[in-house]
């Protein structure tokens, strides 16, 4: 499943993301996976950032397989999964660039590969793609539906796009301003790939803003 969560500035959507793989607590109530809390240690994360994570001083392939060095693999194992989703993230080629000679797209791409080597009950995204401009996040964003079709893995995706969030969900979580609450919880009930013009899409994105200027406090214009 691909979960979307919206919500105002400062509501705690990272915060949120946190709590879920156990590195924060919750003041009250809790998380359960499989029934169990969070465990770091039991249960497999993978983290995708704004910001830009990957360690300078090593090249695409070094990055993608510190996860599985961390975790025991053995060089041979750690080198053959890293380059099987080298491949899948569109990378093949690049393998002993450095992320100095590399795009933003493509850093977001080897921070995806990095995630998915791992091979993780939950990928849990930060807006990930907040930083790129407008042409590479739409690019981005087709890239990412194409990954997650292909491994199924559960994604919980932050952002404060909400155009970005009907195109990529199955669900999409609004949250209220602080102290957050869910507000809503939409089914966007549409087939992949998604058309932005379509007026289905366009309801949605409607529906979901209107909920988002509320918590804001927005004056549409008309009302």
């Known amino acids: 499943e691909f979960i979307c969560i919206v919500g105002p ?26 029934n169990e809390p969070p465990n770091p240690i039991k249960h497999r994360f993978g983290m995708i950032f704004q910001e830009d994570s990957l360690l300078p001083w090593r090249n695409v392939i070094g990055n993608v397989k510190f996860g599985l060095e961390i975790k025991g693999y053995s060089e041979k194992e750690s080198e053959e999964i890293s380059k099987k989703y080298i491949e ?23 921070a995806i590969a990095r995630a998915l080597a ?13 930083d790129l401009d407008a042409q590479t996040r739409s690019l981005m964003q087709r890239e990412l ?10 994604v919980l995706f932050v952002t404060h796009n909400v155009e970005e969030a009907v195109f990529l969900a199955n669900r999409v979580i609004v949250l209220t301003k602080r102290p957050s609450r869910v507000k809503s919880i939409i089914n966007i009930e549409l087939s992949y790939p998604r058309n932005r013009l379509s007026p289905s899409f366009i309801s949605y994105r409607e529906k979901i803003l209107k909920m988002f200027h509320e918590e804001m406090g927005v004056v549409e214009f008309g009302t």
């Open 9 to 34: 500035s400062g509501c705690g959507k990272t915060t949120l993301l946190k709590i879920i793989c156990g590195l924060e607590e919750p003041t009250y109530g809790k998380v359960l996976i499989r």
């Open 88 to 110: 899948m993230v569109g990378l093949k080629g690049f393998e002993n660039y450095y992320p100095y000679q590399l795009s933003g797209g493509m850093k977001k791409r080897v």
């Open 118 to 130: 791992i091979d993780p009950d939950l990928i849990l995204m930060d807006e990930p793609f907040a």
């Open 145 to 154: 539906l194409r990954i997650w079709l292909g491994v199924g893995k559960t």
